[in-house]
């Protein structure tokens, strides 16, 4: 039987998929919470990841060794990098790279230190569900996720991506730090500070993972504005619905 870890880079928005369980029990580690309970018949553990690398990689740690679960989904925003990206996009990983790290001239830019690569690849079967679920998703409409106030609001007419996510302990948001991200890892769709953390302790753990993230802003001068206001109004509700949508598929 699966025992689902679900991870979320925002607590607010991990509060939202934490409501959704059932037969539920908070259990204290660390300074994280984690929450174990039912969605529908699915065994499921939920968590605030943290935010950056460190904090994440603690988080996933303990799901895998405490926890015991057999499946990682990792969910939360990201700043756009690919052109033709928009603020409510989603983009599911088919890989993850670390995009501040850097251990020249011992090994290649990007290198995992004894790890011989530069990209994790996420699970094809966890990505192929996650990617049908947001399908279904937004084949019902975008209303099915958040409110219409939120919609108009944001002009949300979500599209869905599949590619290479980008992590760091930075929050970007400067055209000059986007560009050198992007001249260097041209294929990366988007920026976050978690993703590839989770991923390399799920490659150590050989643990399936594959990590979620809907664009809330464009990585630019803007980010910072639009970042606090979309999690409140759209982030929370589309991890809510994506993450219900997943379960029923599994
Ligand atoms: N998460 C959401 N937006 C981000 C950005 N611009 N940089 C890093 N992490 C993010």
Redesign the pocket.
Same mark, same amino acid.
């Given at each position: 039987m699966r025992n689902i870890g679900i991870l979320g880079?925002m607590a607010q928005e991990i509060d939202e998929v934490k409501a959704l369980l059932t037969e539920k029990t908070t259990v204290k580690i660390a300074n994280r919470e984690f929450v174990v309970g039912k969605i529908g018949n699915t065994r499921c553990v939920v968590a605030f990841s943290k935010w950056g690398k460190v904090a994440a990689t603690i988080t996933a740690t303990l799901l895998i060794q405490e926890f015991g679960i057999t499946d990682l989904f990792f969910i @939360?925003?990201?700043?756009?990098l690919a052109d033709g990206l928009k603020v409510g996009d989603i983009v599911v990983s088919k890989r993850l790279v670390q995009h501040d790290l850097d251990a020249r001239p011992m090994l290649s830019r990007f290198e995992l230190p004894l790890l011989n690569r530069v990209y994790v690849n996420s699970d094809p079967e966890l990505t192929e569900v996650a990617g049908r679920a947001i399908t279904n998703l937004i084949n019902k409409g975008v209303e099915s996720m958040v409110g219409e106030e939120a919609v108009k609001e944001f002009h949300l007419a979500p599209t869905l991506h599949f590619g290479d996510i980008a992590? @760091?302990d930075?929050?970007?948001?400067s055209d000059e730090k986007?560009n050198e991200i992007l001249s260097l890892l041209p294929d990366v769709q988007?920026?976050?500070?978690e993703g590839a953390a989770v991923a390399q302790v799920c490659l150590e753990f050989n643990v399936p993972f594959t990590v979620i993230?809907t664009?809330?802003?464009?990585?630019?001068h803007n980010?910072?504005v639009?970042?606090g206001k979309f999690i409140v109004e759209v982030a929370n509700a589309y991890s809510r619905a994506i993450i219900t949508e997943i379960i029923n598929l599994l």
């Open positions: 880079a @939360g925003t990201a700043g756009a992590s @760091g930075q929050f970007i948001n986007r988007c920026v976050e500070m993230r664009i809330s802003d464009t990585a630019d980010a910072r639009d970042f």
